[in-house]
T-cell receptor, first 113, second 112 residues
Framework: GESVGLHLPTLSVQEGDNSIINCAYS??????FIWYKQESGKGPQFIID?????DKRQGQRVTVLLNKTVKHLSLQIAATQPGDSAVYFC????????????FGQGTELSVKP | NAGVTQTPKFQVLKTGQSMTLQCAQD?????MSWYRQDPGMGLRLIHY???????DQGEVPNGYNVSRSTTEDFPLRLLSAAPSQTSVYFC???????????FGSGTQLSVL
C-alpha cells in the first residue's frame, strides 16, 4: 500500500498472476478517485477512475474497488504482464470541484517473467 | 491534436536565476495544474487553475507563481531558483474538477 516516506512500496509478482495495489485515502469528503500508471521517464497515464457512488468499476484487465467505510481504494490487475511494470499512483479530489487532485506516494510494480 | 505540451524538457539553472516553464493544451480544458515529482515520492500539487483568470494554491506553492491569461496556457514561474526546486515538473489539464487529468511529458529541472 501507499505510505509516507522516501522509499516507494514495492510489489513483485510473477507474470500471469493477478496484482493488487492498495491505497488509503485521507479525506472522507473526496468523491472522485483515479489510478495512474507511470513508466520510467514518462508522464502519468490514466488507467481507471471511480466516483464515490460506486464501489467497483471494471476496465480492460483492471478493476478498482472503493471502500468508503475505511477510506480504502485498490487496483486489481488481472493476468499481469511485463508491460505492467511501472509505478502506480492513486489520487483523490479532496471533495472539491477545483481540479485539485491529490496523489498518493505510489507503488512500484515489478513483474517477473 | 498534441494534448498537453511542456517546454523545455530539460533545464539547468543556477541558484537565484529565474525562469518560466511553459505548458499549453489544445483540448479546450478548463482545468490546469502543475505538479512536482521528487524521487520516491508522489506528485505534489503546486498550483492549479479552474479557468482563465483564476488560479489557486496547491500543497507546495512557495517559490512558484502562475497566471492563466488564456484557456490554453498555464506557465509556471520560478522567480529565484533554489536547489530545493530541483525536481521533475508535470503540467496537467482536464475538462472539469472531477475528470481525469491529462499529463504532459514533464520538465526535468536541476538547480545548482
Amino acid at each position: 500500500g501507499e505510505s509516507v516516506g522516501l522509499h516507494l512500496p514495492t510489489l513483485s509478482v510473477q507474470e500471469g498472476d493477478n496484482s493488487i495495489i492498495n491505497c488509503a485515502y485521507s479525506n472522507s469528503a473526496s468523491d472522485y478517485f483515479i489510478w495512474y500508471k507511470q513508466e520510467s521517464g514518462k508522464g502519468p497515464q490514466f488507467i481507471i477512475d471511480i466516483r464515490s457512488n460506486m464501489d467497483k468499476r471494471q476496465g480492460q484487465r483492471v478493476t478498482v474497488l472503493l471502500n468508503k467505510t475505511v477510506k480504502h481504494l485498490s487496483l486489481q490487475i488481472a493476468a499481469t504482464q511485463p508491460g505492467d511494470s511501472a509505478v502506480y499512483f492513486c489520487a483523490e479530489n479532496m471533495g472539491n470541484q477545483g481540479g485539485k487532485l491529490i496523489f498518493g506516494q505510489g507503488t512500484e510494480l515489478s513483474v517477473k517473467p | 491534436n498534441a494534448g498537453v505540451t511542456q517546454t523545455p524538457k530539460f533545464q539547468v539553472l543556477k541558484t537565484g536565476q529565474s525562469m518560466t516553464l511553459q505548458c499549453a493544451q489544445d483540448m479546450n480544458h478548463e482545468y490546469m495544474s502543475w505538479y512536482r515529482q521528487d524521487p520516491g515520492m508522489g506528485l505534489r500539487l503546486i498550483h492549479y487553475s479552474v479557468g482563465a483568470g483564476i488560479t489557486d494554491q496547491g500543497e507546495v506553492p512557495n517559490g512558484y507563481n502562475v497566471s492563466r491569461s488564456t484557456t490554453e496556457d498555464f506557465p509556471l514561474r520560478l522567480l529565484s531558483a533554489a536547489p530545493s526546486q530541483t525536481s521533475v515538473y508535470f503540467c496537467a489539464s482536464s475538462w472539469g474538477g472531477n475528470e481525469k487529468l491529462f499529463f504532459g511529458s514533464g520538465t526535468q529541472l536541476s538547480v545548482l
